[in-house]
């Protein structure tokens, strides 16, 4: 039987998702979404970095180092982890898929989440459930979804571990990017709460975002998770800012 005959959607699929790259455009093998010069490219987040909040510095670390985003405040995670930069290939990647919604770039970004999990912050440490960092309602109405939610569900398939939505943004903040580092903090206080009926004592979380800015938005969360009991709170996102 020829293939056609068998799937007859296939030509209409390829038409709609043609095998090239998203970023280059590069013809690249069906149902992949990046070619390899492009995934090589993506920019690795290297030491040395803060131990806690994972912002890059020059030099070498002395034992008087303070880190410039977070010495001056509490920040309520253990450690928030990502193996990439915001930068190059992953912010455009990134982009097109939480501004222009093409949803399948989701597989590039939770495998570059997945890489996360190799630091040895996380790596071998065991935890309870997956919590993603949620959208106010109406944001995530106009966009029509959470790109957390996305990215912790194809994670939480991959490391076999369950995914909880049990936060709730009960603030509409204006978006983060136009802001200072100061107004970023100030901006999110009391944004989130537990969800009616959302359990976490005792538990181990995994927090999940797209990017870490400042570390804030994880913080917060952090921080309602741990007054409700939470163990620990350890965060991984695609990519640190
Ligand atoms: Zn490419
Ligand atoms: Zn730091």
């Given at each position: 039987?020829?293939?056609?005959?068998?799937?007859?959607?296939?030509?209409?699929?390829?038409?709609?998702?043609?095998?090239?790259?998203?970023?280059?455009?590069?013809?690249?093998?069906?149902?992949?979404?990046?070619?390899?010069?492009?995934?090589?490219?993506?920019?690795?987040?290297?030491?040395?970095?803060?131990?806690?909040?994972?912002?890059?510095?020059?030099?070498?670390?002395?034992?008087?180092?303070?880190?410039?985003?977070?010495?001056?405040?509490?920040?309520?995670?253990?450690?928030a982890?990502s193996?990439?930069?915001?930068?190059?290939?992953?912010?455009?990647?990134?982009?097109?898929?939480?501004?222009?919604?093409?949803?399948?770039?989701?597989?590039?970004?939770?495998?570059?989440?997945?890489?996360?999990?190799?630091?040895?912050?996380?790596?071998?440490?065991?935890?309870?459930?997956?919590?993603?960092?949620?959208?106010?309602?109406?944001?995530?109405?106009?966009?029509?979804?959470?790109?957390?939610?996305?990215?912790?569900?194809?994670?939480?398939?991959?490391?076999?571990?369950?995914?909880?939505?049990?936060?709730?943004?009960?603030?509409?903040?204006?978006?983060?990017?136009?802001?200072?580092?100061?107004?970023?903090?100030?901006?999110?206080?009391?944004?989130?709460?537990?969800?009616?009926?959302?359990?976490?004592?005792?538990?181990?979380?995994?927090?999940?975002?797209?990017v870490l800015t400042?570390g804030?938005?994880l913080?917060?969360?952090?921080?309602?998770?741990?007054?409700?009991?939470?163990?620990?709170?350890?965060?991984?996102t695609?990519?640190r800012g």
């Amino acid at each position: 039987m020829p293939a056609l005959a068998r799937n007859p959607f296939r030509g209409l699929v390829s038409l709609l998702y043609p095998a090239a790259c998203a970023v280059c455009a590069t013809a690249i093998e069906p149902g992949a979404q990046l070619c390899t010069r492009c995934v090589d490219d993506a920019p690795r987040l290297r030491a040395p970095f803060c131990e806690r909040c994972s912002q890059p510095f020059a030099g070498a670390i002395t034992d008087s180092f303070t880190c410039a985003n977070c010495h001056d405040r509490v920040l309520h995670f253990d450690a928030a982890v990502s193996a990439y930069r915001s930068r190059g290939v992953i912010r455009e990647v990134m982009h097109d898929f939480k501004y222009h919604g093409f949803l399948h770039l989701r597989k590039p970004l939770a495998s570059w989440l997945g890489e996360a999990l190799d630091d040895p912050r996380l790596a071998g440490r065991r935890f309870d459930c997956i919590i993603p960092v949620p959208l106010h309602p109406a944001r995530e109405r106009e966009r029509g979804f959470n790109q957390a939610e996305i990215l912790a569900k194809l994670l939480g398939h991959q490391v076999h571990l369950p995914v909880r939505s049990l936060l709730q943004r009960i603030r509409y903040t204006t978006t983060q990017t136009q802001f200072d580092r100061q107004e970023r903090i100030q901006n999110l206080a009391g944004a989130f709460r537990l969800r009616r009926g959302g359990v976490v004592r005792d538990l181990r979380v995994l927090l999940v975002d797209d990017v870490l800015t400042t570390g804030s938005t994880l913080s917060e969360c952090a921080e309602v998770l741990k007054k409700a009991g939470a163990v620990s709170v350890h965060a991984a996102t695609v990519a640190r800012g």
